[in-house]
């Protein structure tokens, strides 16, 4: 078949495979930025302290040069102070420097992914069609990465003035007198929070844009390297494929950071208006539930769709083999049965053809493990059960008293 080694011998020798991840950081501003002179990898610590450096600070002066009827911690009563509003905390600290670093590193993480399965044997194409595969996808991602860059901020300045507005004064939500609108009117602090919502919902979309670009170039490199050469009995307990599991559960883990950030910006909505504003929060938190329930599933499983496909596909060719085999053996042992002379050998045949069996039978269809997938389902569960451990406590607590 095309792009396949001429010789299967070539995967047992020592000489390592070439390389299967193109660029997919070409034309990407944040993966340029996040990469420190002369070293092709990202310094992840460094990239948080620097996005929450240049966030929160300017957001935390604009707070303290704002008007002086909005102070930046406040008392527990009165308007939303700086420091109070839990929500864009979460965001400026965890939420967004989470995203970049998850942005900047996924390069890496497929990379790595790749070339494990690639000594295992399990995806294996010659170095011809290796090269022209990533010179290819490379090209395409210089040109997604500046579409989704492009996108990000027009449809993130868009959602930041949809926001602003959602959280103006008699806007639904936030009362006028909070950090954002002191007095009812936008000052400085009021153009960072736009500034910042801005860069938050532009980091998104980039994301959630190269997530899809990943996923159409992994099925690219399923159909190129088709069928996969899953392993029957590999350790990893997925054929050989568990590293690209984790690509599902980083997509995971980024939608159950923005999951909690929801949540907790819903909360601080519901304490700065004192429940005044219950009906439009509670079509907010209903539309963002159903969504999550919907998209969390999909997202975690969008880059394993090929591989599962794939996967489908190495295992049918395994059960034919096999079941040839088979017919083959059971044939003879039909001559040895018709001739009365069953042997001892003939039995220890049959047992090593039913444990064969056995064994392709259990090969996996999805490349993750029982482990891989109990850490989306804690993941998957944690934003939804905030606010019942919210409502759990608050109730506990009014008992005690």
Not at 84 to 93: F, N
Not at 94 to 112: A, K, N, R, Y
Not at 272 to 300: D, K, Q, W
Request: with cysteine; aromatic share 8%.
């Amino acid at each position: 078949m095309a792009g396949r080694p001429a010789e299967s011998s070539s995967l047992m020798s020592n000489v390592p495979p070439t390389p299967l991840c193109p660029d997919t950081s070409s034309g990407s501003i944040l993966h340029r930025l996040a990469r420190s002179r002369g070293s092709g990898s990202p310094k992840l610590v460094r990239v948080y302290v620097l996005v929450v450096a240049a966030t929160y600070l300017p957001l935390l002066l604009a707070a303290r040069l704002g008007s002086e009827a909005v102070p930046l911690w406040g008392n527990g009563t009165g308007p939303l102070t700086f420091f109070r509003d839990w929500g864009l905390g979460y965001a400026v600290l965890v939420s967004l420097p989470t995203l970049v670093v998850l942005l900047v590193s996924d390069e890496h993480v497929l990379s790595t992914s790749l070339d494990e399965v690639q000594r295992d044997g399990v995806i294996a194409v010659s170095e011809n069609a290796a090269v022209s595969f990533r010179a290819t996808w490379t090209r395409h991602f210089r040109v997604y990465n500046l579409i989704a860059q492009f996108a990000g901020l027009v449809l993130g300045i868009v959602l930041g003035i949809v926001t602003l507005r959602f959280v103006m004064p008699n806007g639904s939500v936030m009362p006028s007198g909070s950090w954002i609108w002191p007095e009812g009117s936008l000052h400085f602090a009021g153009y960072m929070y736009f500034c910042f919502i801005t860069l938050l919902y532009a980091v998104v979309i980039v994301y959630v844009m190269r997530g899809i670009v990943v996923s159409l170039c992994l099925r690219a490199l399923v159909a190129l390297a088709a069928p996969l050469r899953i392993l029957p009995l590999h350790p990893d307990k997925c054929g050989g494929l568990r590293p690209v599991g984790q690509l599902g559960l980083r997509n995971q883990y980024t939608l159950t950071v923005l999951g909690i950030n929801i949540v907790l910006l819903l909360v601080v909505s519901v304490y700065a208006t004192a429940g005044a504003s219950a009906a439009p929060l509670r079509y907010v938190s209903i539309a963002a539930s159903v969504a999550y329930l919907i998209l969390a599933p999909v997202i975690f499983m969008a880059p394993l769709l090929p591989f599962r496909t794939g996967m489908r596909e190495a295992k049918k060719v395994w059960t034919h083999e096999v079941a040839q085999l088979v017919r083959v053996e059971i044939e003879r042992l039909r001559a040895q049965i018709k001739k009365n002379e069953v042997t001892k050998l003939d039995e220890e045949s049959i047992e090593r053809l039913r444990k064969v069996g056995a064994a392709i039978d259990e090969l996996p269809v999805w490349p993750f493990d029982p482990s891989t997938l109990r850490k989306f389902a804690t993941a998957y569960i944690v934003p939804m059960a905030l606010p019942l451990l919210a409502r759990a406590a608050g109730a506990l607590i009014k008992a005690m008293r």
